[in-house]
């Protein structure tokens, strides 16, 4: 993958071109939920203070409590001990540091930082006498303060995460992470849903199937916030919490839990080095049960990193050990590493999936068209994909909120008629994986098929240049689209029902003098005027026009004249 961009600098465009090439069969198997997450602390970096931050915090607490006149000093003692311990640094380089000076004047003070990140288990494993073992990070981190902060919001990462979820292709998540912004998520795209089931206890794992299990196996700092009897115990950070949380009986349900997510799921890693032994161990267990081969299809193994670190390939050289061989050794680590960190990766994800369950959709539609057909029909779902995709704001969080607000007003106007509520639900294709859509007997009689037929018809003339498809303007009565070419600008709406259809009328998103489509996927009712005869506006204007798509395809034969129909039909 020598052409490939750095996962620093891909652009969500050059991300999709991955996943419709070498990574295909792994990003078919997140639209089929085959792929259990396992996300570390690289999604929530600019939301949640990295581990850097977090030690420079500790450092100038522990700085701050020194007491100059005590010889004796307890948190003088904890300071040399991480600085020689933890740091390793010499007896002359621990004797250039002024313990009483604040930390930003230490001598290579980021060098010093920058060891203690990467032994950060040890560092924390060190205490102050007199307080408790999580002293330096309960305490000096401030770790309620720091990743459970009601003021925080989620980023792309967890935003992107949700909408997964709600898809119903996201259904098992590991999560290294204390933060709760994953579930903030959840419940900003729909608040009423219920779709996630967190994990932090043996005990939780009894509770109802949902969407999503979220399995927080190093403990949530939510909760120990909120109850910091029985939580504040589970943050897993130090070394002997690593090293004993296997073994640890109050642990060993989520232990098993996680083992056999790592034989029955393939791997998806986004954020996470796998640097701590606990982790390392769960899936050399897995491989004890029940390997993985390699090659596999889709790819047992995927990692979001520009480049594989050192206990990524020891996870890989353990998962694969029947296979590895120094001869296949470089090409195992290539079909694991796909180079695009969490933002831009988890955007196509979510714009892939949201593909791929149009395009079956597609392929269940009613009428006679064939499989060469079907496919040419595909290509405008695609064609809007990448067009998305290829947004210069594609991958921001606030991109995404306007995705999501978007999506959610069209399928609210598609479903009821009504978008007037001012904080729309995120409402899902479906809550199905693409594999089991074909039994789904909602997709039917919600008119699910020909909606993807119509976004179909709508990228086609787009890709071919006879129309542009532009978002609405939020205003109620903006519609869901805006079709323009050389001579129109057009509302466009889907319709479910008739009576969706009708209540787009009764809610004032159309009005009688509109130059509007409305798309419907059954039958047009037949009070409405069908186009070609659409009722003329004032000043002439062409006024509403009323296609329906399954009109459209009963008298299609091939994919031509299903877009001609349409066009004929619109009167564009």
Same mark, same amino acid.
């Given at each position: 993958m020598s052409g490939t961009p750095h996962a620093a600098s891909i652009s969500v465009r050059e991300t999709l071109e991955l996943l419709d090439g070498p990574f295909a069969e792994m990003a078919s198997g997140i639209a089929e939920d085959r792929y259990a997450l396992w996300l570390g602390s690289g999604i929530s970096l600019g939301k949640i203070p990295g581990l850097k931050v977090l030690i420079r915090n500790?450092?100038?607490?522990?700085?701050?409590?020194?007491?100059?006149?005590?010889?004796?000093?307890?948190f003088r003692a904890t300071i040399a001990e991480i600085l020689s311990t933890a740091a390793g640094l010499s007896p002359a380089e621990c004797g250039t540091i002024d313990v009483h000076q604040p930390v930003a004047s230490w001598p290579n003070i980021d060098a010093i930082i920058q060891r203690l990140a990467s032994n950060y288990a040890r560092f924390l494993e060190i205490g102050v006498a007199g307080e408790p073992d999580d002293y330096i990070l309960w305490t000096g981190a401030d770790l309620p303060n720091a990743f459970a902060d009601p003021a925080s919001e989620p980023d792309t990462e967890h935003l992107c995460i949700g909408l997964l979820i709600l898809e119903g292709i996201a259904s098992r998540i590991a999560s290294a992470n204390w933060d709760g912004l994953i579930e903030k998520a959840v419940d900003e795209l729909s608040p009423r849903a219920n779709a996630l089931v967190v994990c932090v206890t043996g005990t939780d794992l009894r509770q109802p199937q949902q969407q999503a299990f979220l399995y927080k196996f190093h403990?949530? *700092? +939510?909760?120990?916030?909120?109850?910091?009897?029985?939580?504040? /115990?589970?943050?897993?950070?130090?070394?002997?919490?690593?090293? !004993?949380?296997?073994?640890?009986?109050?642990?060993?349900?989520?232990?098993?839990?996680?083992?056999?997510? *790592? +034989?029955?799921?393939?791997?998806?890693?986004?954020?996470?080095? /796998?640097?701590?032994?606990?982790?390392?161990?769960?899936?050399? !267990?897995?491989?004890n049960q029940m390997g993985w081969p390699w090659p596999s299809h889709p790819p047992a193994y995927a990692f979001s990193e520009d480049r594989l670190g050192v206990d990524q390939r020891a996870l890989l050289r353990n998962v694969y050990r029947s296979s590895y061989s120094p001869a296949n050794r470089d090409a195992i680590y290539q079909s694991a590493l796909i180079r695009a960190y969490a933002k831009p990766l988890l955007t196509a994800l979510v714009l892939h999936a949201l593909c791929a369950k149009l395009?079956?959709?597609?392929?269940?539609?009613?009428?006679?068209?064939?499989?060469?057909?079907?496919?040419?029909?595909?290509?405008?779902?695609?064609?809007?994909?990448?067009?998305?995709?290829?947004h210069p704001d594609a991958g921001a969080v606030a991109f995404i909120r306007m995705i999501v607000a978007r999506a959610s007003r069209l399928m609210a106007l598609y479903h009821t008629g009504d978008a007037t509520a001012p904080d729309l639900p995120y409402l899902p294709i479906t809550s199905r994986p693409v594999q089991a859509m074909a039994t789904d007997p909602m997709i039917a009689t919600a008119g699910l098929r020909e909606l993807a037929v119509g976004l179909s018809l709508l990228g086609l003339g787009h890709r071919d240049g006879s129309w542009a498809v532009q978002p609405a303007p939020p205003a109620r009565e903006q519609g869901a689209l805006r079709i323009v070419t050389a001579t129109n600008n057009l509302k466009l709406v889907f319709a479910s029902t008739a009576q969706a259809a009708i209540r787009l009328g009764?809610?004032?998103?159309?009005?009688?003098?509109?130059?509007?489509?409305?798309?419907?996927?059954?039958?047009?009712?037949?009070?409405?005027?069908?186009?070609?005869?659409?009722?003329?506006?004032?000043?002439?204007?062409?006024?509403?026009?009323?296609?329906?798509?399954?009109?459209?395809?009963?008298?299609?034969?091939?994919?031509?004249?299903?877009l001609d129909g349409f066009r004929k039909a619109a009167g564009i």
């Open positions: 500790a450092l100038e607490h522990l700085q701050g409590k020194v007491a100059v006149v005590d010889a004796n000093c307890r403990g949530c *700092a +939510v909760r120990a916030r909120d109850d910091e009897a029985n939580f504040r /115990a589970r943050i897993i950070a130090r070394l002997s919490q690593i090293n !004993a949380w296997r073994d640890d009986q109050e642990n060993a349900a989520m232990v098993a839990r996680l083992v056999d997510l *790592a +034989v029955s799921h393939e791997t998806l890693m986004i954020g996470l080095s /796998a640097q701590d032994s606990n982790i390392q161990t769960v899936f050399t !267990a897995a491989e395009c079956r959709l597609v392929e269940l539609a009613p009428g006679g068209l064939g499989t060469p057909d079907s496919s040419a029909i595909k290509e405008g779902l695609k064609h809007l994909r990448n067009a998305v995709g290829s009764a809610n004032g998103h159309i009005g009688p003098d509109d130059d509007v489509i409305v798309m419907h996927s059954q039958q047009v009712f037949p009070t409405m005027p069908r186009s070609p005869r659409a009722t003329r506006g004032r000043l002439g204007r062409p006024g509403r026009r009323d296609v329906s798509v399954t009109e459209l395809l009963d008298s299609a034969a091939n994919a031509n004249e299903l």
